[in-house]
């Protein structure tokens, strides 16, 4: 299996935006959920955001809702994460993950290896 890859981190200031993507092979990425997870130092690893393989049913932490949105684009292999209204403590390096099925309720195959998001005060 490939590795997804994961790009659009950087340094934002409070209130501000960024979108991460995650590509995959197709291989990799048909007929399976995806997640966002995000780990920061000291922290261990929570999922922020899931979506199924449709697309349809989408799930979020609670400190996220209404921030961020979770998308798919199964034509291109990719996987999303909207963030708005970004806080400080949304500071982390953020992973793709792929699931072992269509829902997220199955475990974790393959992660990616991580882009940073730091949000300043």
């Known amino acids: 299996q490939v590795q997804p890859v994961e790009s659009g981190g950087g340094l934002v200031q409070t209130g501000g935006s960024l979108r991460l993507s995650c590509a995959a092979s197709g291989r990799t990425f048909s007929n399976r959920a995806m997640g966002w997870f995000r780990q920061a130092p000291g922290k261990e690893r929570e999922r922020v955001a899931a979506?199924?393989?449709?697309?349809?049913?989408?799930n979020y932490q609670d400190s996220v809702k209404g921030r961020f949105t979770i998308s798919r684009d199964n034509a291109k292999n990719t996987v999303y994460l909207q963030m708005n209204s970004l806080k400080p403590e949304d500071t982390a390096v953020y992973y793709c993950?792929?699931?072992?099925?269509?829902?997220?309720?199955?475990?974790?195959?393959?992660w990616g290896q991580g882009t940073q998001v730091t949000v300043s005060s």
């Open positions: 979506i199924s393989w449709s697309g349809l049913i989408t």
């Open positions: 993950a792929v699931y072992d099925s269509m829902s997220y309720s199955g475990e974790v195959r393959l």
